[in-house]
């Protein structure tokens, strides 16, 4: 046992971690949530066809899509949903990377991420940084990012508008509300066109991450963004999926 684990040893007696769904003390090796409740989880299980399920048909014709998945079915009022609601409302960035890890190697198993390149997650507002303190889809991509070796970038993007949540508003609201929200920061644009460019063997392959997926207007309007690098194709992954 090396000094590391010895003083999470001692830190998990001095302040017993609690898993976020049910409450339980958390073993040393579980983390964010116990692994019954991760056992009980409403699982999607995207991942084992990624190219053809209701994740992916989201963003047919919509955004050049490959792969699509979430890992679990979020239903607002169910016990569970506290995974989410903690990750952004109450400052536990940590769940969103250890589930991020967590969902990651159920899905390198499936070779989810063999050809893709790397990770954008999707950004917020510096207004809204400031205020919730983090990114919570920038820890879950570091989390895929701890089990893949993809590199995450985070910084290549910018949310330039935020106009309201997206949790109340109806369906056709939820894309007027994040239309040309985000824009790809000129120097990452310019850097990658001088690097594919002249190259059309070379497609850039893209994973979008974001905590949860309902109507996949902020994916979309995010890929449009990005859209602007020739030869540019996308997968995407959240934690959650709300099917409406």
């Not at 109806?170 to 985000?182: G, P, S, T, W």
């Amino acid at each position: 046992m090396d000094i590391h684990e010895i003083w999470g040893r001692v830190k998990d007696i001095l302040a017993p971690r609690l898993c976020v769904v049910c409450g339980n003390r958390l073993d040393f090796a579980e983390h964010s949530v116990c692994s019954h409740c991760l056992h009980e989880l409403p699982y999607t299980c995207y991942h084992q066809n990624p190219y053809e399920n209701p994740v992916a048909r989201l963003f047919w014709k919509r955004m050049n899509i490959e792969k699509a998945t979430s890992l679990f079915f979020f239903y607002p009022k169910a016990e569970y949903a506290q995974i989410i609601y903690d990750l952004k409302y109450h400052f536990q960035p940590d769940i969103g990377y250890d589930m991020g890890r967590f969902a990651a190697e159920c899905m390198e198993r499936h070779h989810f991420f063999d050809d893709i390149d790397a990770i954008i997650p999707v950004p917020l507002t510096k207004e809204r940084i400031r205020e919730r303190g983090y990114n919570q889809s920038e820890f879950i991509a570091e989390g895929i990012s701890s089990v893949t070796g993809l590199p995450v970038w985070s910084a290549c993007v910018e949310r330039i508008t935020f106009n309201e949540s997206q949790t109340l508003l109806h369906r056709e609201k939820r894309f007027d509300n994040v239309e040309h929200a985000f824009r790809i920061k000129d120097e990452f644009s310019v850097a990658l066109h001088h690097y594919f460019s002249g190259n059309d063997s070379c497609n850039l392959h893209i994973l979008l991450v974001d905590d949860v997926i309902t109507t996949g207007a902020t994916m979309i309007s995010l890929a449009s963004a990005v859209s602007h690098i020739e030869n540019c194709k996308f997968s995407v992954f959240s934690l959650g999926f709300t099917r409406e």
